[in-house]
């Protein structure tokens, strides 16, 4: 079935560090692509999403882009900061409402200033 | 901004014991979900409803497991006789339309 591979986790970063966490994927069809995060205390919140092969997703700094070639879509920033600690997730599926994410087992970032 | 709240935040239960995990989903929001993480492995998708009834289910959501949504405010998750092996953070999403879905911040439950 389905499946999320993401990079293990922690990653300990100085403030200003490039990030990079890795995320592959397993599917049958052509799914959409998530990244969600985790700020302490918080709910899952979508970070950035692409629907078809060589989309980018992008927000607050962050990028990933679909790349079917290589069944990734791994996220980076080029210029982290203390509060971008938090878990992050990757997770596939369709827009279509009302359907599973399959998710990954999320990668915890730290940064220290 | 308007935001999916849990109750409780934490629940500790006896093995064998009914529990019933509380939701408020976003008030305009049409489809509601539950997810689980048990420690250490994945975020997964347990079921979706929506318009009253289940649309989408996952093996996990077998029968010791049902939802309800009481009085169109409220989503709930019910585990009739807890296992050791639910114990997770559960967590409650709800969606206006396909892809972004709003998560509260989960319940944990132990069971002992």
């Known amino acids: 079935g389905d499946s999320v591979t993401q990079m293990e986790g922690p990653v300990t970063l100085s403030e200003e560090a490039f990030l990079t966490i890795n995320c592959t994927y397993t599917?049958?069809?052509?799914?959409?692509l998530f990244w969600y995060v985790q700020y302490p205390g918080e709910g899952l919140q979508l970070l950035l999403k692409a629907t078809k092969a060589d989309d980018k997703g992008s927000n607050k700094g962050f990028e990933a882009t679909y790349r079917k070639e290589t069944t990734s879509f791994h996220l980076e920033k080029g210029s982290v900061q203390v509060s971008d600690s938090a878990v992050y997730f990757c997770a596939l599926g369709s827009n279509q409402a009302g359907t599973a994410l399959i998710f990954g087992k999320g990668t915890t970032l730290s940064v220290s200033s | 901004e308007p935001e999916v709240t849990q109750t409780p935040s934490h629940q500790v239960t006896q093995m064998g014991q009914e529990v019933i995990l509380r939701c408020v989903p976003i008030?305009?929001?049409?489809?509601f979900y539950w997810y689980r993480q048990i420690l250490g492995q994945k975020v997964e998708f347990l079921v979706s409803?929506?318009?009253?009834?289940?649309?989408?289910k996952s093996e996990i959501f077998d029968d010791q497991f049902s939802v309800e949504r009481p009085d169109g405010s409220n989503f709930t998750l019910k585990i009739r006789s807890t296992k050791l092996e639910d114990s997770a953070m559960y967590f409650c999403a709800s969606s206006l339309e396909g892809e972004k879905l709003f998560f509260g911040s989960g319940t944990q439950l132990s069971v002992l």
């Open positions: 008030s305009n929001h049409l489809y």
């Open positions: 599917a049958t069809g052509y799914p959409s």
């Open positions: 409803f929506y318009n009253n009834e289940i649309s989408e």
